[in-house]
């Protein structure tokens, strides 16, 4: 690794660890209702929100209520935002003239970006109008990551309290996460996006003449009489012969008719900047291009490259920090990040690995840029990579279908052990907190003793809810994907046999159910089938940990806190770092060895033995 490589890594995590105490913090006084230096401005709208819409900020709700809330809010989004992808032919700013989206791909696409997941079955560029991608999908990128730091808020506020019943507002959570933090940070990463190329217009897609037109489609006759029209790269003047790179006839029927004729290019821009700068920072990842930030105007040079990766962790470094503020514990929380980031750069280390590794199957070629841009390189490759699926933004810069098996496995190990080190935004630091409360209990049945968390008992009750918080989402995981790879309507999808297929599947699948919606990318989605099952395994990732999170923070508020005694096991250090450490990689370890091991395991072999797949 060369020493630019070391040093821009050095800073990207120093930054990122930099920036925590410092965004935590405010993010913490956001939430408490205390003044910060946008109050002067922001509070009078913030007021004027709340007159407007009926909510009572100092009105609390059960944490059923908070729940039904959140629901309300997505499946309101949900239904407004298929409105406007099933009509956007007749809706203004479309200036490209973009047809209507189908049904399903209407239906996956709303629940994706509602649910925080935005998983894309389609080019944004090529079938999204501007009202589409602006009011349609980024208006909920901006919502759908603030509902899930307002949860975390709720699920921080309720484990301080004692003996209540309530755990906050959801719409007052709502309205300050979006107004004092969402709105303000999207603004000025926008900045030096702009600065760096990408684009920010609302202006028609521009034509660039080429150098040399050419002829994509021509119209002949087949062996039966029947006309047919076939894709060519290039005609001869006459338009009698269609001509290879070589200049040579490849086809002589005659006549051949010219059908389309290509003499300029559409340049697809848009108010790009804006939309990216909301995709990196709350955990979104929807690109506005299909290849995401591969493509050179969403992510153009190695500068906009490490703002928008340093984008990535911002946020939910900070949440973390925010975390400990909220229960009064920063010892815990610190621990809590360590666990997370120390997992977080193994995964990086061991993807940098094999993906530096000579691959027989090419000749031991060295290095594997296939799928990668070279403004990036690897390591930019692989860290964004890492980032994408460990911090549930998924965004790529890459193709990850092209790492080598075993460095692609370390982004999908990231999506399936639940997208916790440090997670989207919030759900990443409620779905941590299952592990951690099975931790107690393992802990405590070691010692024979009442397991307890922040000074309050636990029960059946919250050991039920924290089982459901992760094994739901697993099984919204390995069912559908066991499902596709033997039901013909999925395996017609598939574009790969083998091991690689099997990944393929596993990887969208386990996307979904953990709300991440980077892919594997060689498998074709836009279909019915995936289309409604990867939707319904969004939805289920969505809401199952939400659900579990409240209901055990709902039952933890109600408890009386008890003082902490010789035999209670602190939830912080060395000690209970390792061991949740350990219960993690168990946990996940036991629910997904056996499909890593038919998936890129094998393919790992297969490439070493110098056979292709």
Not at 279 to 306: M, R
Not at 347 to 375: C, L, T, W, Y
Request: hydrophobic fraction near 50%; proline fraction near 6%.
């Amino acid at each position: 690794m060369k020493f630019n490589e070391i040093l821009q890594i050095v800073l990207f995590f120093g930054l990122g660890i930099a920036l925590t105490p410092i965004v935590g913090r405010f993010m913490a006084r956001v939430f408490r209702g205390e003044k910060t230096f946008l109050h002067p401005l922001l509070f009078p709208v913030e007021k004027l929100i709340y007159k407007l819409t009926g909510v009572d900020p100092e009105e609390e709700m059960s944490w059923i209520r908070y729940l039904w809330s959140c629901v309300i809010m997505t499946t309101v989004g949900f239904a407004s935002l298929m409105a406007i992808l099933m009509t956007q032919k007749w809706l203004p700013f479309n200036p490209e003239a973009f047809d209507n989206l189908s049904w399903h791909l209407a239906f996956n696409t709303a629940w994706s970006f509602t649910c925080n997941a935005d998983w894309q079955s389609y080019s944004g560029e090529a079938v999204m109008s501007y009202l589409s991608q602006t009011l349609g999908l980024s208006v909920h990128q901006f919502l759908s990551g603030a509902a899930g730091l307002a949860v975390l808020v709720a699920v921080g506020r309720a484990l301080a309290r004692a003996t209540v019943k309530t755990i906050g507002n959801f719409w007052t959570d709502l309205t300050r996460c979006t107004l004092y933090i969402v709105i303000p940070l999207s603004l000025l990463f926008a900045i030096p996006l702009v600065w760096q190329g990408v684009p920010q217009t609302w202006k028609e897609y521009p034509n660039a003449s080429l150098v040399e037109p050419y002829t994509t489609q021509v119209q002949k006759t087949d062996d039966k009489g029947n006309p047919v029209t076939q894709s060519v790269p290039k005609v001869d003047d006459a338009g009698k012969a269609v001509l290879g790179a070589d200049g040579k006839p490849v086809m002589v029927d005659q006549p051949v008719m010219v059908d389309q004729r290509v003499e300029t290019q559409p340049i697809p821009v848009g108010p790009v900047a804006s939309f990216e700068s909301c995709k990196q920072l709350f955990t979104n990842g929807g690109g506005w291009y299909g290849v995401n930030s591969a493509h050179p105007f969403e992510n153009p040079t190695p500068i906009s490259d490490f703002v928008e990766m340093l984008a990535i962790i911002v946020v939910p470094m900070a949440q973390v920090y925010m975390f400990g503020l909220l229960i009064g514990n920063k010892r815990h929380a610190w621990t809590l990040f360590a666990v997370m980031l120390a997992l977080y750069v193994l995964s990086f280390v061991v993807a940098m690995h094999f993906e530096m590794r000579p691959n027989p199957v090419v000749d031991n070629i060295m290095p594997n840029m296939e799928g990668k841009e070279q403004r990036f390189g690897v390591m930019n490759s692989v860290l964004w990579g890492v980032s994408c699926t460990a911090i549930d933004n998924g965004s790529v810069n890459s193709m990850h279908d092209s790492w080598q098996p075993l460095a692609g496995m370390m982004p999908m190990w990231n999506i399936l052990i639940g997208e916790m080190l440090f997670g989207g935004i919030g759900c990443g630091m409620y779905c941590m907190l299952f592990h951690v409360l099975i931790t107690v209990f393992i802990a405590g049945l070691m010692i024979g003793r009442t397991p307890e968390y922040l000074g309050k008992k636990l029960d059946a009750w919250v050991a039920t809810w924290a089982v459901i918080g992760v094994l739901v989402p697993n099984a919204a995981c390995l069912i559908p994907t066991a499902i596709s790879v033997v039901y013909p309507p999925g395996v017609a999808s598939m574009n790969n046999a083998g091991p690689h297929g099997l990944s393929e599947v596993l990887y969208a699948y386990g996307e979904a159910a953990n709300n991440n919606g980077s892919a594997f990318a060689g498998l074709n989605a836009n279909v019915p089938w995936y289309d409604v099952t990867l939707g319904i395994a969004i939805i289920i990732g969505r809401f199952a940990p939400i659900a579990a999170a409240l209901a055990i923070v709902g039952r933890l508020a109600s408890k009386k806190t008890v003082e902490p005694s010789a035999g209670t096991l602190p939830v912080y250090g060395w000690t209970f770092g390792l061991t949740l450490t350990g219960v993690i990689c168990i946990v996940a370890a036991l629910t997904f060895f056996p499909a890593l091991c038919l998936g890129p395991i094998v393919e790992h072999g297969l490439m070493l033995a110098g056979r292709a797949f």
